[in-house]
Nanobody
Framework: QVQLVESGGGLVQAGDSLRLSCAAS????????MGWLRQRPGKEREFVAV????????EYADSVKGRFTISRENANGTIYLQMNSLKPEDTAVYYC??????????WGRGTQVTVSS
């Protein structure tokens, strides 16, 4: 069974840091783009960050640029999202996802990140 399982979410204060992890199993996502998306309260699901298979190229949403860093370890099928200088506006369910085309084909179940003021 193909699975993406997120971990590392929690409750933190504004200005704190968190590191999210996503463990992939059931298949090797070779040549897939891996990324993070989130859904904030009352908002549509939005793009956060994406990384290529090689790890040589990354892109970020303007709202997180300069604060978040995406990385991957292909040997163990894990991707990460380092989140620094967290703001209350970052409160959301964060999803790990994978794609090899324009649409995200695989999704994790999500992990809650709550940032208090």
């Amino acid at each position: 069974q193909v699975q993406l399982v997120e971990s590392g979410g929690g409750l933190v204060q504004a200005g704190d840091s968190l590191r999210l992890s996503c463990a992939a199993s059931g298949r090797t996502f070779r040549n897939y783009y891996m990324g993070w998306l989130r859904q904030r309260p009352g908002k549509e699901r939005e793009f956060v960050a994406v990384i290529t298979w090689s790890g040589g190229s990354t892109e970020y949403a303007d709202s997180v640029k300069g604060r978040f860093t995406i990385s991957r370890e292909n040997a163990n099928g894990t991707i990460y999202l380092q989140m620094n200088s967290l703001k209350p506006e970052d409160t959301a369910v964060y999803y790990c996802a994978a794609k090899n085309g324009p649409l995200w084909a695989y999704w994790g179940r999500g992990t809650q990140v709550t940032v208090s003021s």
